[in-house]
């Protein structure tokens, strides 16, 4: 089966997952220091020939209310020029709570803070992916 790459984009790291060659679970990959548009796609890039991703997964932030938050405009257009320039077809997941959760569930864990800002975004793109995959599992063909 093919892979697909999971990302939580945010304004100074991008999160990373993959899918494993079944499609049944997302693993954290890395988290990508934003430096430019040039160096994060070049990132991303490798990323995407490593696990021959087909389809990448991305995380929108939207409020509670299920409207879309500011960040949403930044990150649909950072999704346009990832389209653009990888081919890949782009799906959308909310990602409300992602990041909270897995704050959550490091705290409970006993995960040091230091630790807990090192891996939460990867953590994040995880669970955006994961729930892609659930999702798509539960309802094949409704997409």
Known sequence: ?????????????IGV?????LGITAQGVTTIRRQSF???????QKIIEEYEAVEIVIG???????????QSGKVREFAAKIEKRFVLPITFV???LSTALVQKMMIE???RRE??????DML???IILQSYIDRKRARPGLD
């Open 17 to 21: 997952a993959v899918s494993d060659g």
């Open 109 to 111: 864990g006993g995960v």
């Open 124 to 126: 994040a793109a995880q």
């Open 1 to 13: 089966m093919d892979r697909v790459l999971g990302l939580d984009v945010g304004e100074k790291t």
């Open 60 to 70: 929108l932030p939207k409020m509670m209310d299920g409207t879309e938050a500011v």
């Open 115 to 120: 630790k807990r800002r090192e891996v939460v």
């Open 94 to 96: 909310d990602e409300r």
């Open 38 to 44: 040039d160096k994060d796609f070049a990132a991303l």
